[in-house]
T-cell receptor
Framework: NAGVTQTPKFQVLKTGQSMTLQCAQD?????MYWYRQDPGMGLRLIYY?????TTDKGEVPNGYNVSRLNKREFSLRLESAAPSQTSVYFC????WGTGYSYGYTFGSGTRLTVV | ELKVEQNPLFLSMQEGKNYTIYCNYS?????LYWYRQDPGKSLESLFV?????AVKQEGRLMASLDTKARLSTLHITAAVHDLSATYFC????????FGAGTRLTVKP
């Protein structure tokens, strides 16, 4: 039972390069989320997908795009990476019907450095 | 706009001592979560508090929620080194908003 799987685990980009972070969950969860974690700032929501076919902006969406490819997969794309996007990125998912009773399940994270 | 504030942000404790981490939030919510994160690792769910007055305990950790005061506490009893980690509270909003985290170090 893999839970939430993120790839890659580490990535170094040059300023201006693009890349896509992949996330897949095998728990049949409806909602998926992308967070970034920066020192001293907790986790901040970038984008989320409440259900297959929908996506919405979170607190810090600028410079990112997302795709909910199917129920299992939710990708995050950086079109033109900037040093300010150096961070650790976490994907998370949750199911419906529980009133948020179980919180989120998180992936292991992607550590991205933009030079 | 919901704000979630944790304090302290850094906490160094001696083994065997007790301490409390506080989580204040600015907008009404009836769902509060505590997570643990070890260095370089992902977040692990510790507690889910679903109503006013909720109290949950697991080992040396006890979490409580006062929705009227918009306050949750995470109490550590007789700390041990294995509890060293960063602890986050998170509040259900439209989604989930996290505090900045409390980095706990337990020293022998």
């Amino acid at each position: 039972n893999a839970g939430v799987t993120q790839t890659p685990k580490f990535q170094v980009l040059k300023t201006g390069q693009s890349m896509t972070l992949q996330c897949a969950q095998d728990m049949n969860h409806n909602s998926m989320y992308w967070y970034r974690q920066d020192p001293g700032m907790g986790l901040r929501l970038i984008y989320y997908s409440a259900s297959e076919g929908t996506t919405d902006k979170g607190e810090v969406p600028n410079g990112y795009n997302v795709s909910r490819l199917n129920k299992r997969e939710f990708s995050l794309r950086l079109e033109s990476a900037a040093p300010s996007q150096t961070s650790v990125y976490f994907c998370a998912s949750r199911t419906w019907g529980t009133g948020y009773s179980y919180g989120y399940t998180f992936g292991s994270g992607t550590r991205l450095t933009v030079v | 706009e919901l704000k979630v504030e944790q304090n302290p942000l850094f906490l160094s404790m001696q083994e065997g001592k007790n301490y409390t981490i506080y989580c204040n939030y600015s907008t009404t919510s009836d769902r509060l979560y505590w997570y643990r994160q070890d260095p370089g690792k992902s977040l692990e769910s510790l507690f889910v508090l679903l109503s006013n007055g909720a109290v949950k305990q697991e080992g040396r950790l006890m979490a409580s929620l006062d929705t009227k005061a918009r306050l949750s506490t995470l109490h550590i009893t007789a700390a041990v080194h294995d509890l060293s980690a960063t602890y986050f509270c998170a509040v259900k909003y439209n989604d989930m908003r996290f505090g900045a985290g409390t980095r706990l170090t337990v020293k022998p």
